[in-house]
């Protein structure tokens, strides 16, 4: 049987609920059990929807910054043994001119 992943919008509607007391009837439509109830009560607990969409975009921002830094040391790496710095066109990195 195939995981389902619910979005975080899910979840904060089913801790919102569950916050007023229906944390069965919210836990059921859903079909999650409740360590998973507990596991995201944890995670997400005083989060506004505002908060949780910023906190994704920052997190997707850092995952992008995080794979140009490991492709910027791969390619100075590669360039480490040529005389000056390897052109890098991707980065728009050009060597230093001589003298």
Not at 1 to 17: D, F, P, S, W, Y
Not at 63 to 84: E, F, M, Q
Request: charged share 25%.
């Amino acid at each position: 049987m195939a995981k389902r992943g619910h979005t975080q919008e899910e979840i904060l509607r089913v801790l919102r609920e569950a916050e007023s007391g229906w944390r069965s009837a919210a836990s059921a439509a859903l079909a999650i059990s409740q360590q998973s109830f507990y596991l995201w009560k944890k995670k997400y607990a005083g989060l506004r929807l505002s908060e949780l969409r910023e906190l994704r975009q920052l997190r997707d921002e850092n995952g992008k910054l995080k794979r140009l830094v490991a492709d910027l040391s791969a390619c100075i790496w590669r360039g480490a043994g040529s005389p000056g710095w390897a052109s890098i066109s991707r980065f728009r990195i050009t060597p230093p001119s001589p003298g």
